[in-house]
């Protein structure tokens, strides 16, 4: 069985939610060509899309592309088929070939690009080197018969209610007296209609996270016995997980930055990195952001970190970061092909788990457009 394409977008977009890209319109992500109201048979993961790539989606009989860097960035004015573009947009029209991108959502989100980078290169206990948000947090509270209380917890629970901090299935429960008169035709679990019904209830409260929040309810509204179920849910002033750019944390162990370097050259599979800094300092703490992140070595350093990985770095920033007192590792902007094989891996993972017979490809094309002499 093959999925829609809003199918694989929402488990793209479980992945890496869209409400964490920058919250402004210059980061392009979403449907950027193409329909989702189709089948999906097989998704071609990509870096960048260029011809290269266009030709081996066609050549594998792609029905979509899921790309980090957006194929249209700026308004178009014109789509001319003989410009280098043009011809992309044309190709993969002509082929039917969707392109969806993730981007800064991508880098933001947990478990996502920048979590990757931080565990290949042996970064613990990582924080985000700039936080951008808080996710808004929730107080549910649900009033349940006390012989169905344990079913609605643990649904709720279940869910993913409950987290604080490093803690989970927090929640809190207060035996009391519910009354209710059932009105004519309804259908109640507990008394009979006309009648005012007294219940020895169980008022549960916990917290829900609001990028779970309708999960929760729909899990607890399917567990609840009762035909109308009472519940409130109150936002909270409390913030709940961080989320933010690039990863800081402590380096598994210690090493000189020469050291280091080659850690990074290896593990991103890279053929050549730039370093600014001291080859024989040594470095306990680090930093990573992929991508173009340089600018940001003051955030890194203000996080404890020794070092900072990052691409595209520039002569007068790196002048600045040495005068700071942090180094910088360049493995280029390239290094984010590390998302290829995790995306694919997690697309894999969900067809699976919903028994879709749907085929994730890591693209095999360097969009590397440098060449090392």
């Known amino acids: ?121 042996g970064i613990r206990n990582t924080v985000p080197v700039e936080e951008t948000q808080r996710e808004p947090l929730y107080k549910l509270v649900v009033f349940v018969p006390a012989t169905h209380a344990d079913q609605v917890r643990e649904a709720v629970l279940g869910a993913g209610a409950g987290a604080i901090g490093n803690y989970s299935h927090c929640s809190f429960n207060v035996a009391g007296t519910g009354t209710f008169l059932p009105q004519e035709g309804t259908n109640p679990f507990l008394g009979s209609a006309g009648k005012l019904e007294q219940a020895e209830e169980v008022r549960i409260e916990t917290i829900v996270p609001q990028s779970i929040r309708s999960s929760v309810i729909q899990a607890m509204l399917k567990a609840h016995p009762y035909e109308e179920v009472a519940y409130d849910l109150y936002p909270l002033d409390l913030k709940g997980k961080a989320y933010g750019l690039g990863r800081a944390g402590k380096l598994e162990k210690e090493m000189t930055l020469a050291a280091f370097s080659q850690v990074v050259k290896n593990k991103l599979d890279v053929p050549h990195v730039r370093v600014v800094g001291d080859p024989d300092r040594i470095v306990k703490k680090a930093a990573v952001i992929g991508g173009s992140g340089s600018r940001y070595y003051q955030a ?27 180094a910088l590792i360049d493995p280029g902007h390239n290094a984010e092909k590390i998302m290829k094989a995790k995306v694919a891996d997690w697309l894999k993972a969900q067809a699976e788990k919903h028994r879709y017979d749907i085929q994730a490809v890591a693209s095999a094309v360097d969009t590397e457009p440098f060449r090392f002499m």
């Open 1 to 121: 069985m093959f999925a829609k394409g809003q199918t694989v977008i929402q488990w793209m977009e479980q992945l890496a939610p869209k409400h964490l890209a920058y919250p402004d319109d210059r980061d392009r992500i979403g449907l950027q060509l193409g329909t989702l109201q189709k089948e999906i048979r097989t998704v071609l993961v990509a870096l960048d899309v260029n011809e290269e790539v266009v030709d081996e989606a066609v050549r594998i009989g792609a029905d979509l592309i899921i790309a980090h860097h957006a194929i249209i960035f700026r308004p178009l004015k014109s789509i001319q088929t003989d410009s280098a573009a043009g011809k992309v947009y044309e190709r993969l029209i002509k082929h039917d070939i969707a392109v969806y991108i993730a981007h800064t959502n991508l880098d933001n989100a947990e478990w996502g690009m920048n979590d990757w980078m931080a565990e290949a290169l």
């Open 300 to 326: 890194a350093r203000f996080r404890g970190a020794d070092v900072l990985v990052t691409g595209d770095v520039d002569y007068h920033t790196a002048q600045d970061a040495l005068a700071a007192g942090i």
